[in-house]
């Protein structure tokens, strides 16, 4: 996918660069005890403005981007979902085993991502420790996730919102599918500054809304009356939906796969690295030197966030379950349920609702429920927004080393567009193109169908057949999205397992050659390796054990009892669609049939090296540029010409 070689003249003068290192260029090498700001002076590389963002998010907007993004609508749904399917017993197992596995995965993130906090960090550490093909296909995977998910949070709001009126065509298509969307994308065209307190702001807010919920739960569960049937989930804890499963156990699994949904967003501050904002280096002798050490300290933003995000998560689900479990009755017809089953015991109901307000308005009065779907809606959009972010990120990321140029095909030089920022480094490219790109989806809910061939037909088709149904074919799009990201997990942990086994065999070469930052098994004083990960390798294979399993067996356990297509495509076609692309790459790039091979040292050195000058060619000091005075706010001067340009018209 790319055009031009990446040569190290197109760099932003910040190669892999530490005392004694050995730099190669037009087939010459240079060593030198200050080869940083030698190789600088040679070479007078000047940074590529138009391929790099501005690096000022701090470590408290990474933090609150991902909470954003991972306490999102499958918080206050996903857990009555589980408690319909497998009982209480279940709830807990489901958030605390999903939340164990993205914890190793993250841990296997965080590790590479304090040593490269490249652009598109997820898909170049495949593409560099696994197959170059196989990244590119997690590149565009993740890309997906993210940019159909924010289209399906759309139409979630939507939903949330007709809990206060009736569905109306005009209000849904031209408030909540066209307005919020456009609202969504004017935010994210901000400057990362502005934007990063934006996410701040609403961050804390759904925090504080969580908490409220969290206290009133509490209360409602206290005060409560105790012999009915809400309890129930307590008495027998191992209840199930008998109509989804034969059994517990395949409840408990079906559950897994529910809740990998809510763990969605905990590696995005992978995605945020590109922005991030480097910590102070106090011991630097010489501007350069700081400067060095501050790019290589951008790991130090993202760490906290990458580390404790899916901890965080873990608890707040576990325990959002438990108090849900206290005051809703498992066997509710108002609970979300399977969409593709029946329920002759529930008859025509329709009124699916999250059980925190089922809880309010039983416990409370329709005042605190419609506070709770206030929450709700808030919830949604302010997902949807970080998920744009993330799919704009990772776009541009995917894009922003391809060259184009009057002597390369079509393609590239598309992509070589949308690997732009504009003059302010904001992404404007990438953004538009991930925020449209799924942004139909939403509007095919506007189709309602014809009555006048009988009613049960009608409600059928209401209910949506696994085929043609249109309800059935965005639920299939959202699921594809978190099964995507799991295919994304499993990568990262590969890719990592054979980064790990690659420096441990080949530790003394890199040690001669004093490669810095991937000395992880030296006891040295002076070790320069930013962060060692909790019980490696063991975690990482673990965590990619878990993500198989889930990916080719737990996800397909909805089938045993009977074949159903919207389960088979929720879970399988994502998969199958990955493993046609990276084949179809293959071919198309005349890729080589086998992984990359580290067992030469020569070779692995190179990739290391590789990768350390792609991680200083992305940053730039932001304290010696100018430009861009006020890019967090371009948008607005842009709108106040357009406003004038119109007025002197009329």
């Known amino acids: 996918m790319q055009g031009r070689p990446y040569e190290l003249g197109d760099l932003s003068g910040r190669p892999d660069l530490s005392p004694a290192s050995v730099v190669s260029r037009n087939n010459e090498t240079y060593e030198d005890t200050h080869a940083y700001e030698a190789l600088r002076t040679l070479i007078q590389a000047k940074p590529r403005t138009r391929r790099m963002t501005h690096r000022k998010l701090l470590p408290i907007h990474v933090f609150m981007i991902t909470v954003n993004a991972t306490l999102g609508t499958g918080l206050y749904w996903r857990g009555g979902q589980i408690l319909e399917l497998g009982g209480f017993l279940a709830v807990i197992l489901s958030f605390l085993l999903l939340g164990i596995l993205s914890w190793a995965v993250t841990q296997c993130i965080t590790e590479l991502l304090c040593i490269w906090p490249v652009p598109g960090a997820l898909a170049v550490f495949v593409r560099n420790f696994v197959d170059p093909e196989l990244g590119i296909t997690v590149g565009i995977a993740y890309w997906f996730t993210y940019s159909v998910s924010f289209a399906a949070l759309i139409a979630s709001s939507a939903a949330e919102v007709h809990y206060w009126t009736e569905k109306n065509v005009g209000v849904d298509a031209g408030v909540l599918y066209l307005l919020v969307p456009i609202i969504l994308i004017i935010i ?100 350069v030197a700081q400067e060095r050490n501050e790019a290589s300290n ?233 962060y060692i990960s909790n019980g490696q390798p063991v975690t990482a294979y673990l965590g990619l054990a878990a993500c198989l399993l889930i990916l080719l067996v737990i996800n397909g356990v909805a089938l045993w009892k009977e074949f159903h297509a919207e389960p088979f495509l929720s879970s399988y076609l994502i998969v199958i669609i990955f493993v046609v692309l990276w084949a179809v790459l293959k071919v198309w790039m005349h890729g080589r049939w086998a992984l990359v091979d580290l067992s030469n040292p020569d070779d692995v050195i190179k990739i290391i090296r590789g990768l350390h000058e792609f991680s200083f060619a992305g940053f730039h000091n932001e304290s010696q540029s100018d430009s861009g005075r006020g890019s967090s706010l371009w948008p607005l001067p842009l709108l106040t010409k357009l406003i004038s340009r119109r007025e002197r018209r009329v």
């Open 188 to 287: 994210n065209s901000f400057g990362i500054e502005l934007y990063g307190w934006f996410e701040v702001v609403t961050g804390t807010i759904k925090l504080l809304f969580l908490l409220i919920i969290i206290i009133a739960m509490l209360v409602f569960a206290i005060r409560g009356p105790q012999d009915t049937n809400e309890n129930q989930g307590w008495k027998q804890p191992t209840l199930y939906d008998s109509t989804a499963a034969e059994g517990w156990v395949p409840a408990l699994l079906m559950c897994l796969s529910t809740a990998t949904f809510a763990y969605v967003g905990v590696e995005i501050p992978a995605a945020a690295a590109l922005e991030a904002k480097p910590t102070k280096s106090q011991h630097a002798s010489t501007s």
């Open 298 to 530: 951008i790991g130090e933003t993202i760490r906290f966030s990458s580390k404790w995000v899916s901890v965080f998560a873990c608890a707040v689900y576990t325990l959002s379950g438990i108090l849900v479990s206290l005051s809703v009755d498992p066997t509710d017809c108002q609970l979300p349920r399977l969409g593709w089953l029946d329920y002759p015991q529930c008859g025509n109901q329709t009124n699916v609702q999250s059980p925190f307000i089922l809880v309010a308005k039983a416990r409370g009065n329709s005042s605190i429920a419609s506070a709770f779907n206030v929450f709700l809606v808030f919830t949604a959009l302010s997902c949807a927004n970080t998920n744009l972010y993330v799919a704009s990120r990772t776009l541009f990321g995917l894009t922003n080393q391809v060259d184009g140029g009057t002597d390369q095909r079509w393609y590239l030089n598309v992509l070589a567009w949308l690997g732009q920022t504009n003059n302010y480094r904001v992404p404007m490219r990438a953004m538009t193109v991930s925020a449209f790109a799924f942004i139909w989806v939403p509007f095919l809910q506007l189709y309602s169908p014809s009555t006048k061939a009988g009613a049960v037909e009608a409600d059928r088709s209401q209910k949506g057949d696994a085929t043609v149904g249109i309800n059935t074919f965005v639920s299939i799009l959202a699921e594809m999205g978190s099964v995507g990201v799991l295919v994304v997990w499993a990568c990262e942990c590969w890719a990592f397992i054979r980064f790990y086994h690659c420096i441990n065999k080949h530790q003394s070469e890199l040690n001669e050659h004093m490669v810095p930052r991937v000395r992880r098994f030296s006891d040295e004083d002076n070790n320069d390796y930013p």
